[in-house]
Nanobody, 123 residues
Framework: QVQLVESGGGLVQAGGSLRLSCAAS????????MAWFRQAPGKEREAAAA????????YYADSVKGRFTISRDNAKTTVWLQMNSLKPEDTAVYYC????????????????WGKGTLVTVSS
């Protein structure tokens, strides 16, 4: 049974930082591309960041580029999202997801999803 469990969300002031973690189990983690999606109230889910199975290739949405950093440790089966210089518009539920390739991530063809963690950025 595959599980992706997110943690690290919370309330932070604008300009602050948070680090999200996603602990994966039940899958061969090192063979999956991993991604962080987010969904703000009343908006569609969007890909914020993604990372290839090796960690050698990363992708960022324009809205988070330069502020967010995605990383992974295959030995720990964990992926992180370091979020700096947070803005109120970053407020959303953040979801961890796994796909067999970055192309599938970009096509929103994800194999597994976590349940999400809420990030609230106050102004």
């Amino acid at each position: 049974q595959v599980q992706l469990v997110e943690s690290g969300g919370g309330l932070v002031q604008a300009g602050g930082s948070l680090r999200l973690s996603c602990a994966a189990s039940g899958l061969t983690f090192s063979t999956y591309a991993m991604a962080w999606f987010r969904q703000a109230p009343g908006k569609e889910r969007e890909a914020a960041a993604a990372i290839s199975w090796s960690g050698g290739i990363t992708y960022y949405a324009d809205s988070v580029k330069g502020r967010f950093t995605i990383s992974r440790d295959n030995a720990k089966t964990t992926v992180w999202l370091q979020m700096n210089s947070l803005k109120p518009e970053d407020t959303a539920v953040y979801y961890c997801a796994a796909a067999s390739s970055l192309i599938r991530v970009k096509n929103y063809a994800l194999d597994y999803w976590g349940k999400g963690t809420l990030v609230t950025v106050s102004s």
